[in-house]
T-cell receptor
Framework: GAVVSQHPSWVICKSGTSVKIECRSL??????MFWYRQFPKQSLMLMAT?????????EQGVEKDKFLINHASLTLSTLTVTSAHPEDSSFYICSAQRGQGFTYNSPLHFGNGTRLTVT | QQPVQSPQAVILREGEDAVINCSSSKALYSVHWYRQKHGEAPVFLMILLKGGEQKGHDKISASFNEKKQQSSLYLTASQLSYSGTYFCGTELDAGGTSYGKLTFGQGTILTVHP
């Protein structure tokens, strides 16, 4: 099956520093990837849609200057949490689909997530 | 427009059945079902696209009602491996086309005991 690799699995950083999370589709190309945030025992909240070669589309209430998304190739999207603060601590998960854009009849393949702890 | 899942939690013994519901106030283009185990990535179960559709594999099946606003996931003869949090992901129907993203329900925690 399709594999999405997310790295790192966990990271602990000091307040004010930046953290980069990578999401790779290992055996397929994805023009669109999605970044979610999940708090303990809560739902997956869509943060932004990452589009290869163009600007990401952010959901309402998500600060684009704080959560920088870059989708430089068909297999890699990165999320950088800039000037991280303790309230940014969360579980971040990426997902991707095969092919171009979002396809309504195709499953999302999720990475294993990144646990971010800001001290 | 986050879909509403019910119940929030279910506790079963092996072999028992469960139903998880996912409802939307607006018509949906599609419904996805995923299962997530603690600390792991959500895993795809199935997609429903058409009103009145039913599908399944092994002992997990799902339905999508005619109005395309409600879906149910059926787990029969549950196994220990079914334990986890089940999420429905819905895609709103923008007049016959997709909004191009999934919005997930709040999840249903399923616990299966021996």
């Amino acid at each position: 099956g399709a594999v999405v690799s997310q790295h790192p699995s966990w990271v602990i950083c000091k307040s004010g520093t930046s953290v980069k999370i990578e999401c790779r589709s290992l055996d397929f190309q994805a023009t669109t990837m999605f970044w979610y945030r999940q708090f303990p025992k809560q739902s997956l909240m869509l943060m932004a849609t990452s589009n290869e070669g163009s600007k990401a589309t952010y959901e309402q209430g998500v600060e684009k200057d704080k959560f920088l998304i870059n989708h430089a190739s068909l297999t890699l999207s990165t999320l950088t949490v800039t000037s991280a603060h303790p309230e940014d601590s969360s579980f971040y998960i990426c997902s991707a689909q095969r092919g171009q854009g979002f396809t309504y009849n195709s499953p999302l393949h999720f990475g294993n997530g990144t646990r971010l702890t800001v001290t | 427009q986050q879909p509403v899942q019910s119940p929030q939690a279910v506790i079963l013994r092996e072999g028992e059945d469960a139903v998880i519901n996912c409802s939307s106030s607006k018509a949906l283009y599609s419904v996805h079902w995923y299962r997530q185990k603690h600390g792991e990535a959500p895993v795809f179960l199935m997609i429903l696209l058409k009103g009145g559709e039913q599908k399944g594999h092994d002992k997990i099946s799902a339905s999508f009602n005619e109005k395309k606003q409600q879906s149910s996931l059926y787990l029969t003869a549950s196994q220990l491996s079914y334990s986890g949090t089940y999420f429905c992901g819905t895609e709103l129907d923008a007049g016959g086309t997709s909004y191009g993203k999934l919005t997930f329900g709040q999840g249903t925690i399923l616990t299966v005991h021996p």
